[in-house]
């Protein structure tokens, strides 16, 4: 039995987008209201306050309505000035990225990079900073998706502050996954959205900003204004007597405020513990199989995503490809310098379950071997399952 | 009995966001797949298909993932660049503000301009050309819905055609709810998006692209590539086979297909005829309460929505919250300058219903009455009643 | 413009079923969790209490997993033995109807009847009461739908309290669209259903069951048991830890959470007072349109369903076609004796709003015109708006 | 990390109610219609004329409101007689069940009985019926479900053919699943539902009915007519031109539409394969594991449910509360007889796909091995994919 391209997959594992959780998508199929409509305006302001419960950021978080790499975008061009010289923390594809968004705002870019299987050391960012003091602006990556890594941004974020520049984190992937927020990590500009580990679709992403980062971007004559670029005019959007800039993204804020109730129904510390159950059961089922993850050491390994080593001989496009075919099952790809070298496992939000680890592990390992590289499925699971069991 | 702002409302006739008909609501609700998945990228070109049939381009219509505003700053950054001259038509608010986004580019704008409750005369716009041989592109807006007025864009294409411009047309509140389309205006650069007469709340826009529109934007050298604001980026993207630029806004794709499947059903035609036939006994019910409609003659007026000057001595927000509190009805404000001065009924997508003009017209009635104002409901009624009946 | 058979109706204003909310439709679609699944089963009992605090009746509520057709013939066979007296107390096809099911199960039954256009008097009842002590059981329609009339259950419940008798009350179509409960009627079998005015699909239905009632149907040996028609059987089927007699409907059950949440949430006394302010408008417009309600007397007329007798001259379903077809609203007719006679106009749940009174209105008076009765809609909708506007 | 009682399970593998598939949530999402509107009347024979195409019963198949234990109670009701005489074929909890609905009709009834595990054998019942030439009625259960076992009804049908009674079977938990249909098994009552392979929730049932059963319940004086038990009352319901005995199930029948339309898009021969080979896996796996089927004989086994023998020292229900605890699956009890002796694994709609046959083993592997019975769960999920690779 072999599943067609056209047919529905069974389990999208995916990095994103991912599958949403039911609420979700009932929350999306909520009546549509006039944004300026007083309950939705009010709709509005309870979920930017719900989200400050969990971005903790200094202000109220910024919902822009458009997927993170919009709010990627805009941070870059916000805060970033022609004369910001700017640290780039290098660990990945995504974090490389934000290279040529930081560049076209002038700004001088000083990258301190590492192998895109390891992470930032954060006396190397203690050191770069020590020997650039003009550096205002420090970007990172806080889980370099895809690499699978996650950069200890806590431990950079009390450099960047000692030194006083401004701490701007790429924390899509991992923020709703992991405990990481604006506040303990030190961050002036956190970027994240709801569309990975919150088990949302695609479509807003979500702004963390200290009062520095405000006054950085206010301060910024090139930052965007009348733009979809534009995060200073969203500044007092969430207030629901104030105007907003053009029209929100009504359903995807209903969708947005279910996934909030739900996380806080189930609580953080719930969610990223099976998140991290999850992955930790993936990688020792991975280990268990014969098969590397992509980081160089465990400790580097994401809660969120396990990126799995592609064995030598075996195409990775292929690959993924029987394992949707054999198990109706989706996995997601490298990116950019690490496509071809990795699959992809998510850990997001409704996936964030222990069995889905098995299921991960199942059709990998048996695509895999009819492929031609013969693993140990059984010897997988069992060691996935132990894991599980001592949790 | 009077509804409290945070009860939801009865009726939202509004110009937008509208009221999304319940089979998108499913639709939004609908799994969400991986982007990559073959089977969403099947879905993805499907929809640009379907919408290729409505749209009308030369070429396979863009979905870009945030609303119509991002697909107007796209349309200007992308296709106007440093030597072009742009004849700006204004004739509202929306026309008015694409100068913004127009000058920006650094392109020298000039003005053909007429009050708010007119619209163009193409014959002035060949006047315009002829006078100005340099303009490279002419930019419109079909629908300046803050003066709920409809600009001739077939007779101005046949201008602009003729003259060699590039013309570039706001068509975001009309198309779906008239006979508009890219083919029959001669339109180079069709901007709109479903979340007005299509029926879906607000978070795509879909450009109609000509080829020598194409061939424009890919000679600016300005023209926005790995940026929220690219158009470039996209032109290959709706193929099965091509990789997205960044992720695409999932459930609203899949709103939009049931959107777009609905309108096929009943057929575009029948659509029309019912936001047609919606207005005009709007119109009747206004003139029949003694009041007047903004346009300055009525076959300047909006088949989507009908705009009513104020009478004096009504201040507009508070009669929009008058008919709110009183009756459960949403209506929109102006917007700019025609803010305070009007009061727009949409019909739009599923409240394009005649029926609904009685629910509106009762309840602006009702609350101009309440207010002071003393019009006569029944008569108002009656006289919308015999449009819908004459029909 | 017409409305095609097959086309979507614009307006549902039947007496059911009817338009249901949205927040109840999403809850419809909640993911379906297996019966003896602790999460449903906790859900299970969470409805029964909420219901608890709407019905008011001495034990918790029972629902019955079909239409309350089916709450109907099981109260009849239940409650009513062989030895049993039934006074049932007829003022319509639907408490007329219920003597079929009364019969079957072995009882006498004597009736005490009005025209179908009045409601019984509760000293009729107290009469009928003195002339035959033997009377056992008391059975009453509280809103006798086909013909829009409310009996004063709460008259005649005192009356059949005082004489020892049991009272079973058809409350389907008036529960929670106005002031009734089975402790404030004393009633001891209260049957009714979500799927009137609470805004449900029909598929449940919900019975108050008095300590008396239940030893009554204990004490019957025929009441159903090992049966759909059971009602002995779901006795402590609310209970998280007791079994259910067979599977429960699991996604109505989600759909009437949701309502009961919006029913609380709103406050049952505002929403009886827009049921009650909908009808009246409504009332009023048929009088200014110079048409007749089928009851006798306004006073008998139901908060939730107006019945407008037909002109004479005018075929009451060919009336209710031209309204589809020319308006696409949907009115239901009358049943049984009334058929024919009148057209209804529902005002249950979501419709219960005073705005769709005008709606109904404006359709009934153009249809009635177009097919040759010219009445003044105009006068019509003026009255009604009197009515909205002086509450 | 233990899932509560109250958290939402993260998989629901039972033998019903199953998981629905999402688009027959979003079917039940859809605006609910007045069942006399034309529009749902059109529906209402649309999908009676799809089942048609795959229940193959010689009448158009018949719809009842209630789940199916209300079929079988008003099949048992209208089509046996006081003079008949019933064959009832018990080979499990269900099929003996039916004794008490079929004895309720007065009728005599001879039971052939075969123990829990096995299944009938047809030879027996040409015995049976030549012994028994007074037999007007067989009966028989196609899937025993507490049992997991699969009776030949096609040969069964045969001898009943052959004999000239008439054939009632219930499918209810295997059509859908497995090729049987009225046609193919010579049944003349073959009553189903939608709750079960097709992944409906509970609320309906389906009845495919041959002349001979027709001329036979209208032959019965007993047979139930204005009764939510009646059978007769809805032969001619599912025409758009007539009426319906009571109101229907509004929301169920859109759900069942939306389930039918998936069935036939996806070919009920590849969906008859999935269930079957993840039956075929997950026996694989359960044999692996040293654990045994219930069945008596592999070829009895259900390819929609399977049945697990709980091995000596396990508490069947502390093993089922140990799997939600410790993995979040929810799987299924015995019943009657069977309770406490097996765990059954559902296979139905939805969850009738192999890899969750990986999920069920897993669980339920880990579950018996932390309450004692150690288990090989590696070598349970290698033999249930090596069945899953070779189909």
Not at 52 to 76: D, F, N, Q, R, Y
Not at 198 to 206: D, M, V, Y
Not at 310 to 326: F, M, Q, S, W
Request: charged share 20%; with cysteine; proline share 7%.
């Amino acid at each position: 039995m072999r599943y067609k391209p056209s047919d529905h997959p069974v389990f999208t594992l995916t990095t994103g987008p991912v599958d949403a959780y039911p609420a979700v998508l009932r929350g999306l199929a909520s009546t549509v209201l006039y944004d300026y409509d007083p309950a939705f305006q009010a709709t509005y302001q309870r979920v930017a306050e719900k989200l400050a419960t969990i971005v903790k950021s200094e202000t109220m978080p910024v919902v822009l309505h458009g997927e993170p790499v919009l709010a990627l975008e805009a941070a870059a061009a916000s805060l970033i000035g022609r004369d910001d010289v700017v640290l780039n923390l290098v660990s990945g594809v995504y974090s490389k990225g934000f290279e040529g968004w930081a560049a076209r705002s002038g700004a001088k870019v000083i990258e301190l990079a590492v192998p895109y299987d390891k992470v930032i050391d954060p006396a190397d960012v203690a050191r770069a900073l020590a020997a650039h003091p003009e550096v205002t602006v420090v970007a990172a990556c806080h889980h370099d998706t895809p690499s699978g890594t996650i950069n200890p941004v806590a431990d950079i974020g009390r450099e960047v502050a000692r030194h006083g520049a401004v701490f701007l984190v790429d924390a899509v992937s991992s923020f709703g996954g992991m405990a990481v927020d604006a506040a303990s990590a030190h961050v002036d500009l956190f970027v994240t959205g709801p569309n990975k580990c919150l088990g949302c679709p695609p479509g807003l992403s979500i702004l963390g900003v200290s009062n520095k980062a405000w006054a950085k971007m206010k301060a910024n004559p090139n930052a965007p204004r009348a733009s979809i670029l534009s995060i200073l005019d969203w500044e007092e959007a969430w207030r629901h007597d104030k105007p907003f800039p053009f029209t929100p993204s009504v359903a995807e804020i209903n969708g947005l405020e279910a996934a909030i109730d739900l996380y806080l129904a189930e609580g953080p510390e719930r969610v990223w513990a099976r998140h991290d159950l999850t992955a930790r059961a993936c990688r020792a089922g991975i280990a268990a199989m014969g098969l590397a993850i992509w980081p160089a050491e465990e400790r580097f390994a994401s809660p969120t995503a396990t990126a799995v080593k592609i064995p030598a001989g075996i195409d990775e496009a292929a690959l993924r490809a029987e394992i949707r075919a054999r198990y109706g099952v989706v996995l997601s790809s490298g990116r950019g310098e690490t496509l071809g070298k990795l699959t992809r496992i998510g850990h997001m939000g409704p996936t964030a379950q222990p069995l889905y680890a098995i299921v991960a592990l199942t059709a990998l390992g048996g695509a895999l071997s009819a492929l031609g590289h013969k693993v140990d499925v059984g010897a997988g699971v069992a060691a996935a399952l132990a894991v599980i069991d001592a949790a």
